[in-house]
């Protein structure tokens, strides 16, 4: 089963974040377009041709976010959207951000 056929279960705090060896048996189940940030968080950007292909991709990967109950952060603008993920209640990363990830590789 891929990561993305896996459902994001909500953090109720309390949990440690992943280490740096976890997070690196996650890395190869995504894009490898996506870079972890000071084992803090996921970051990918996305090209496109102009701003309206760039907000209809934010519309869906929020759309996505929505549905399973787990949200990123968008940065976005014309040809751009910068997606970025970690689990705020933790301040760190969990398996349900590289299932999000996964979820949005999709798109």
């Known amino acids: 089963m ?4 896996k459902k994001c ?16 048996d996650y890395l190869p189940q995504i894009n490898e377009n996506w870079e972890v940030i000071k084992l803090h968080h996921l970051r990918r950007e996305f090209k496109f041709d102009d701003f309206q292909k760039a907000l209809d991709f934010v519309n869906l990967a929020g759309d996505i976010c929505e549905k399973s109950g787990h949200h990123a952060n ?5 040809g751009f959207v910068n997606v970025l993920i970690w689990t705020h209640k933790i301040d760190g990363l969990v398996e349900s951000d590289f299932i999000l990830a996964s979820k949005i590789d999709q798109l």
Do not use: V
């Open 9 to 24: 279960i909500p953090c109720q705090g309390g949990i440690p974040p992943l280490n740096e060896d976890q997070i690196n």
């Open 2 to 5: 891929g990561l993305f056929e």
């Open 74 to 78: 968008f940065e976005f603008g014309w």
